[in-house]
């Protein structure tokens, strides 16, 4: 073979090495890690902390099993979790600092809708993709392409206690009392804008402090109205304290709560005064309110088993929010590897997804992702959770 043949030959080698080489660089979607670094900030301490723990049980207990089988493509997951001491401006430092030093992929939080749209400015200007686990309506509306949320959305829960209000209770007024930050708030402006609607009158708006304990004030200027209901919206313990006040001022009109007290420690705080009280929550705590042989209800069982496997409580409504806002985070890493804004586009794409908290359904313009028939009203009864048909 001669030299010129023998120099081309080897030419033409190196050169179908390179395009193999660079084609298999340009094939590849995801980029190589030693670790898919997740953020997380919730309320584990303070006056959320019923909100926050059980979200931080769900997202250790997912951790562990992602890692137990391999994690995603080979990679071990690691949820970085920050508590915001029930502060929206120590969840605002705490998504700064994750962002900035561990250099997560995505956020996951808050617990409360305070702390969450304190975070919302910092997601916006990184451009990390941030899914809520609260419930307040501020939060995706109007929609902000870097927040999701995959708690129930005021705007849901309030249509759901307005019906409620109107064809089973069929009163014609209402008295308000809500925590005066900006879930309690949101709520009540919900509930003003759309009560009249539902041919509501709303007689009396009272609000209180998130530490108060003692609601006896508001409930006595309440009182003599002629409200035919009260619709508390708020997280524990606030709530529990104005069912016990009412308890004490033998006020009997019907209490309607948020999903705002959907677990066990409204029944823990309130004692026998939570008995009769009604709460519009995600069908999950009642697995059989789910249709028999749905994906949604598979989903909700294998979780439950799991939870109550690793704790010994049964899951609720927090609980949910933690499990499918850290499964969501990790499915788009499963589909688009460690790239934050190809993460966003993969949370916008989620269709029909089966989740604990609902079926899923994002696009641009709905960041909430949830229909109205994920929810129903539960009657606390004997302090068990009874469905109200």
Partial sequence: MSRRKSFSLIACSVALFLIVAVGAVGCSS????????????????GPSAPLGTSEQNSIRLLESQINDQGGVDGVKVSFIIEDDQSD???ASVAATKLITQDQVLALIGSSTTGATLAMAPIVEKNQVPLVSMAAGVKVTQPPQKWIFSVAPSDALV?????IYLRDTLKVKTI?????????????????KAKAPAYNIQIVADESYGSADTDMT?????????????????????????VAKNMQELNMTIPFVGSSGIANQKF?????????????????????SSIPAGSAWAKSVNEFSAAYKKAYGVNIDTFAA??????????????????????????????????GVDGVFTYTATNHSGLKVDALMMVKIVNGQWVEVK
């Fill in 158 to 162: 309030t249509q759901k206690v307005l």
């Fill in 175 to 191: 008295a308000i009392l809500h925590d005066a930050n900006a879930y309690g708030t949101g709520g009540s402006d919900e509930l």
């Fill in 321 to 354: 929010h933690g499990w499918d806002s850290g499964n969501m985070v990790v499915n788009a890493i499963k589909s688009v590897g460690a790239d934050s804004a190809k993460i966003q586009s993969e949370l916008q794409s989620v269709t029909d997804y089966p």
């Fill in 267 to 287: 029944i823990e705080l309130a004692g026998s005064a939570a008995n009769g009280v009604v709460f519009a929550a995600s069908k999950l705590i009642i697995p």
């Fill in 217 to 241: 004030p508001q409930l006595t200027k309440i009182q003599p109205t002629n409200a035919q209901a009260l619709v508390v919206w708020g997280t524990n313990p606030g709530p529990a304290s």
């Fill in 30 to 45: 995801k980029p190589s890690v030693s670790l898919y670094k997740i953020g997380v900030v919730l309320s584990a301490s």
């Fill in 88 to 90: 929206p401006a120590k």
